[in-house]
Each structure stands twice: as structure tokens, then as C-alpha cells.
């Protein structure tokens, strides 16, 4: 059985700045099919504009790469990891990524937990990736990402966008990959933005 520290897999946020893109980034152009999800690997610079860069790398956060994931309307993506688990049992892979999304305003990222290790291959991207069947997970947190939002990606998850609008997803992931959800967590303290109350709401 894999076991996860439970109850905390989402951190929202609030930051210094509204707008993470550069100016002539126009995100439907990335993406050749539209009726399928989606994932490209973007240079910082390609997409993000420097006062975001800077930001990031000033509060100890250098930025390593974008994923940056399409997401169809109406569509439920695989339940995965940001990596795979190896022969025993443990984790490889991306521990968290910081979300900004943008399209559809009605969508929600799960996490689940199973018994099961999943099942292990290369995925179109050529990575090695783990997944699992809905019927061996049971889920454990949802959220709507709204705000900047940091996530566990070493936990099993998906998307669902539930809108007849197309989603995106700009995911910053950090220079030193060693560092865990809860790291990234601490160094983002100032920027968290009351994500309790948030879910009370929902
Ligand atoms: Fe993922």
C-alpha cells in the first residue's frame, strides 16, 4: 500500500503580480489537437515574463521549466503521478508543481489514495509514468483551482474539467527538484491565501 501524508495536497496563493504570461503569448497556439489532453515542456522565458522570473528566484524559488498541460471540454484526465514508482514501491519523480490556469472556469483537480501500485509505461511524451484505474482509487481531496494554486504531483491525481471551454494549465515547476510540497510550502508563507476558509466556502 502507498502511503501519503493525508489532508494537505493543495496550497492556494496570492501573489505580488496578476499576470504571469508574456505579453505576445497566445496558449491556444501550442497545442495541434484540441480532442485530447495535452502536455508540452515550455522555457521559462518562452512564456513567463521577467518580473515573475525574478520574483520567483528572489524568494529562493528559482524557476526550472513549464508544463504546460491542455485539457479538452467535458474531459476527465488519467488518474497519475509526475513520475513513476519504482520496484520498491517508492516514488521517482516531480514532488509538486505551482498552478495557474486559465480557459474553463469549471474544473476540478482530485487526489486519491489506493492499494495499488498502478500500472507503469512511457507515455506519448516518453516518460515514464505511473497511473491507476478509477476503480482502485478512492478519492481523498478536490479543489478548483481559482488562485495560484501549489500542488503535490507525487500523489495520485487528475483533472476534470467539467465546462465546454477549453483548460490550460501553466505549471511552474522549480529549479531544485529535491525540494518537497512541504518546502516549497514554507518558502511560499507570506503569499498563502487562506485556503481553509476558501474550502469552507466551496
Ligand atoms: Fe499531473
Redesign the pocket.
Known sequence: MLHFQKNDYFTKLRFPFDNILKKDVVLDDYFDRHDTWGLKFINIDDMINHEVKDFFSSIDLPLRTI?F?YGPANES?II???GYIDENGSYQGMLC?LNFIFGSTSHVMRWYSSKSYGETSVNKEGLKRTKWNVADCVLEKETTLVTPTLVR?DVP???INLSDQKRFCV?LRFSNQSLTYEDVKDRLGRWIFWSKYIDIIR
Open positions: 508544463y498541460m484526465l497519475h503521478v509526475d508543481g504531483t491525481h487528475n483533472v505549471s
